[in-house]
């Protein structure tokens, strides 16, 4: 089986991924040991828009199942902070003006996994009635927000049902070099060890 989804094995990588899905072992997260239940769906980056078609469709054939989905776009959570903040607009119209460094650095600021973006994402946890977690939008929010940052913290506020993290780029996993999610197949700095890569799931 692949390790992750590319144009030429879209369809099967999405069969896969709804057949492990809505097996008893992932919603039960058996097999597991007592690692967190946290999976990476890795995908080329540059398919990202068909993707996010079959995501949907993913999600409406798991429901038709009975399997609830919540889903958490990180791109869209974070202009959900940036509006409850009352700085969106002051953002809008600064960035042109302002270094690329300078913007980043002020919404790492307010859109901190810790301290803000975590603890948002708890609330919608915490007010939703679901069967499993579905993470989107990880390509928008680069440079200001990692995923790894964002698993580390999630650990604690989301291990009572399983969490998918749908990653532009690849996930690998070796005992030789650790873990690394390599966003868009070129940024290999994320240090992250602890998820499974769903195409090495079974049903």
């Not at 790492?108 to 609330?123: I, R, S, W």
Request: aromatic content about 10%; glycine content about 6%.
């Amino acid at each position: 089986m692949t390790s992750s989804v590319t144009s030429t094995n879209l369809q099967a990588g999405f069969d896969h991924l709804l057949t492990v899905l809505s097996g008893k072992r992932f919603l039960q997260k058996e097999g597991l040991g007592n690692e967190v239940p946290f999976f990476i769906c890795p995908y080329d980056a540059t398919i990202s828009v068909e993707v996010a078609r079959r995501q949907k469709q993913l999600i409406n054939r798991l429901e038709q199942s009975g399997i609830r989905v919540l889903e958490i776009n990180l791109y869209d959570l974070s202009i959900e902070i940036l509006k409850e903040r009352g700085i969106w607009e002051q953002i809008l119209e600064i960035e042109p003006s302002v270094s690329k460094d300078e913007l980043k650095e002020l919404l790492q600021g307010v859109l901190d996994p810790e301290t803000n973006l975590v603890p948002a994402m708890a609330d919608k946890i915490k007010n939703n009635e679901f069967d499993m977690l579905f993470l989107t939008g990880v390509g928008e929010i680069f440079p200001y927000i990692r995923s790894h940052h964002v698993l580390n913290n999630l650990q604690s506020t989301a291990k009572e049902k399983p969490t998918l993290m749908f990653f532009p780029g690849t996930y690998t996993h070796s005992l030789e070099s650790g873990a690394s999610l390599d966003l868009f197949q070129r940024l290999h700095d994320d240090k992250y060890y602890r998820a499974f890569n769903i195409f090495h799931c079974e049903a």
